[in-house]
């Protein structure tokens, strides 16, 4: 909707390496218009790429090649000078605030005139790893734009030096504020889905490993 109604010229999907494949196949299922596909490293010449009314342009990059190189300051200006939308997929790949890729994904969207975060689990350790994610969608979410101020909003701290976190407060507060912004979906929302599918291998233990276990009790026919 966002295309047809020219609120958004192109997509970036950042997401990790590992899955650039699954969204091509994505894409070719899902996307409800026509598109072209280009997967952005650091010697892409995104001064060459073009922006129709037709075809969506959708760049794919591997949130691991923001960390470091080329590849950030080879998209930076394209995503400032146009309107692109933004997804990050496994998005708890960006929970560390002081991290370059964190940065990198915030600064990518701040011109992004709509952005998506997906993950199947947006919290890893703890709730303090919300504040990088939520930053990246909208800073007025929270409300709060230093991580530090958030972390001594909702965390409890103690421990050596008092740097654990050792329980939350304002938890329903926090949840409040996010609620609004997200969707959860469950395996049970999805018809689609293709039946399981099992598979039996046989594996050959070393002497160690038979030894190990044996001394465990466990039952090498299971």
């Known amino acids: 909707a966002y295309f047809y109604t020219g609120l958004t010229e192109g997509l970036l999907i950042v997401c990790p390496m590992t899955v650039m494949s699954v969204w091509h196949k994505e894409l070719e299922t899902h996307c409800p218009c026509e598109y072209d596909l280009i997967e952005v490293d650091a010697k892409t010449r995104l001064d060459r790429v073009r922006f129709t009314k037709e075809r969506l342009t959708v760049l794919l990059v591997g949130v691991e090649s923001l960390s470091a190189g080329k590849t950030?300051?080879?998209?930076?200006?394209?995503?400032?000078?146009?309107?692109?939308?933004?997804?990050?997929?496994?998005?708890?790949?960006?929970?560390?605030?002081?991290?370059n890729r964190t940065k990198a994904v915030i600064a990518l969207g701040e011109n992004s005139p709509a952005k998506t975060l997906m993950s199947g689990t947006p919290v890893t350790r703890n709730l303090i790893d919300l504040y990088s994610q939520f930053e990246f969608l909208d800073k007025d979410i929270i409300g709060i734009g230093d991580w530090y101020a958030f972390r001594n909003r909702y965390a409890i701290m103690g421990g050596y030096k008092m740097k654990k976190i050792v329980g939350y407060d304002h938890i329903d507060e926090l949840l409040g504020l996010l609620r609004p912004n997200t969707v959860r979906y469950k395996l049970t929302d999805v018809r689609s889905l293709p039946p399981k599918i099992y598979t039996e291998r046989v594996v050959q233990l070393t002497p160690d490993q038979r030894t190990m276990m044996m001394d465990h009790e466990v039952d090498l026919r299971a």
């Open 72 to 99: 950030f300051a080879n998209l930076l200006p394209l995503m400032r000078a146009r309107r692109i939308s933004m997804i990050v997929d496994e998005s708890s790949r960006i929970k560390n605030h002081a991290s």
